[in-house]
Each structure stands twice: as structure tokens, then as C-alpha cells.
């Protein structure tokens, strides 16, 4: 809503169709300057204005948009997170570990997506699709004991053939990560004989 009101015009809000709704004003209403933006999840906002007829600004005017849906998807996560997203509003999406943006957004780290008054993003909404990492990387002197699979998030083990070992604090176990490759496999070395 976009007005400036003296002292003798009042607004006040509820959910729903009439007056019996949840009222969504501050005390008596609001008067002497603009309100906060208003927002009904239901679609619905009653509005009663009340004003004296002295002076020769009667009346309000009143903006509203529809707002943007929420975005909501196993492979991506927003922030920060809404119930609602009405016009200005700036929603950051990020895919998930393992998922990698698809065009036209490839390559990026994250996508701002700006509400506008006409209830749709500025942005077309980003797709995340899981990352293929393909066949696990083999090793010298040791292999593959188990793998999760071959897609963004999965997991593969590695073990040593016998007489051989990792360097101390070397993890056995790497990633599909989210740009569709492996992590770096491990090394097996000889064992020093004593």
C-alpha cells in the first residue's frame, strides 16, 4: 500500500473477507505514514479505511501483486527461508551436495531470484541435477571394496592389498562431488620392513 495519511485516516487490516478475520493491524490501525507490507497466505485481505471529509485527500490508494511461489526441491535449498515471498523480495538457491546447476546456470555457485509485482521471478527458476561422476578410479596396489554409486553425493572404499598401506590420516573413502568428479583416490605404499 502506497499513501501518506494525517491523523484523521485510518487502515486497518484482517485475514480473510470481512472483519471477523484475524486482524493483522497494530492497535487501532494504521495512520500518519505508510504501513508495513501486508500479506495473506489464504488469498484473502479485508481492508477498511476510514477517513474524515475535511481536507481534499480522501481516499487511499492500494497496491497488491499475487507474490512468487515458494520454491521447494530435494535437489536445491533456499535462503533465507520463507512462507511467504511477495514483490522485492531476493530468494539465494544453492543445490544440494551432489547436484550441479543445469544451463543456463551452469558453472554457477548460487542464483538470486527477485520477486516481482507481477508474481513471477526476474530469473528463469534454476534446475539442480544430480552430478554423474562415471566409473570409480582404480588404484595401485589396492582397489574398490564398495561403492554408493556412481552420482553426486555417493561414496567409494577403498582397500590396500595386503603389504600395503595408506599414509597416516589418509581417509580410505571418497566422494562423487557436485562438479561429476571423484574426490582424489587414496595411495598405497609398501609397508617398510623392520
Not at 485475514?15 to 493483522?24: E, R, T, V
Not at 541435477?129 to 561414496?155: D, H, R
Not at 590420516?169 to 605404499?189: D, K, V
Request: charged share 15%; net charge negative.
Amino acid at each position: 500500500l502506497k499513501q501518506k495519511w494525517t491523523e484523521t485516516q485510518l487502515l486497518r487490516a484482517w485475514l480473510g473477507d470481512d472483519d471477523q478475520g484475524s486482524p493483522i493491524h497494530t492497535g487501532n490501525g494504521y495512520s500518519g505514514s505508510k504501513p508495513p507490507p501486508m500479506v495473506s497466505t489464504t488469498g484473502q485481505l479485508a481492508l477498511k479505511f476510514t477517513t474524515s471529509a475535511v481536507g481534499n485527500r480522501a481516499g487511499f490508494r492500494a497496491t497488491y501483486t499475487t507474490g512468487c511461489s515458494l520454491l521447494s526441491d530435494q535437489s536445491y535449498t533456499v535462503t533465507p527461508s520463507r512462507t511467504s515471498i511477495i514483490d522485492g523480495d531476493i530468494v539465494i538457491v544453492n543445490c544440494n551436495t551432489g547436484y550441479t546447476f543445469q544451463a543456463p546456470y551452469a558453472g554457477e555457485a548460487h542464483v538470486a531470484l527477485t520477486c516481482q509485482p507481477d508474481g513471477e521471478y526476474d530469473k528463469t527458476v534454476p534446475v539442480c541435477s544430480q552430478a554423474f561422476c562415471g566409473k570409480v578410479p582404480a588404484i595401485e596396489n589396492g582397489y574398490v571394496q564398495s561403492s554408493t554409486g556412481l552420482f553426486g553425493g555417493n561414496q567409494a572404499v577403498y582397500v590396500c592389498n595386503p603389504g600395503f598401506t595408506p599414509p597416516t590420516g589418509t581417509s580410505l573413502t571418497i566422494n562423487c562431488q557436485g562438479n561429476s568428479l571423484w574426490e582424489a583416490p587414496p595411495t598405497c605404499t609398501e609397508l617398510k620392513k623392520i
